[in-house]
C-alpha cells in the first residue's frame, strides 16, 4: 500500500490544521491505520490509530485534542488537530499495519508502510 499525506502547514498555537491520508495500490485485507510523528531531535511517536472494527486509540499528550478517522470510500485517513500548542511542531507521517492495532508505542515503530510525511509547525 502506497501513502501520501497532505494538509500541514503553519499555525498558531490553539489553532486546527486537518491532514490527509491517501491510501492507493493493495488496500484490501486487514489494516491498522494511524499518524507518527517526529520532531527535530526527538524519538518518533505514534499519536493515534485506527483499526479496521472503528476502534481509536491516542497518545495521552493529543487525547481530547486529535481525532483520527477514515473515509472508505475514499481511501482517506484524517487527523483532524484542534487546540494545537508549541510541542505538536513535527513531521507527521501516515503509517499502515497489516492486521489489527496492537498499542500506540508498538504501532510507533512497527508499521509496514509509512508516507513521505508533512509538516506541521505550530507557532507560539
Known amino acids: 500500500v502506497q501513502l501520501m499525506e497532505s494538509g500541514g502547514g503553519s499555525v498558531q498555537a490553539g489553532g486546527s490544521l486537518r491532514l490527509s491520508c491517501r491510501a492507493s495500490g493493495a488496500t484490501s485485507g486487514t489494516y491498522c491505520m494511524g499518524w507518527v510523528r517526529q520532531a527535530p531531535g526527538e524519538s518518533r511517536e505514534g499519536i493515534a490509530t485506527?483499526?479496521?472494527?472503528?476502534?481509536?486509540t491516542y497518545r495521552d499528550s493529543v487525547k481530547g485534542r486529535f481525532t483520527i478517522s477514515k473515509d472508505n470510500d475514499k481511501n482517506t485517513l484524517y487527523l483532524q488537530m484542534d487546540s494545537l500548542k508549541s510541542e505538536d511542531t513535527a513531521v507527521y507521517y501516515c503509517?499502515?499495519?497489516?492486521?489489527?492495532?496492537?498499542?500506540?508505542?508498538?504501532?510507533?515503530?512497527?508499521?509496514?508502510?509509512r508516507g513521505q510525511g508533512t509538516q506541521v509547525t505550530v507557532s507560539s
Open positions: 485506527l483499526g479496521s472494527g472503528g476502534r481509536t
Open positions: 503509517a499502515a499495519l497489516r492486521g489489527g492495532c496492537i498499542s500506540i508505542p508498538w504501532f510507533s515503530w512497527n508499521y509496514d508502510n
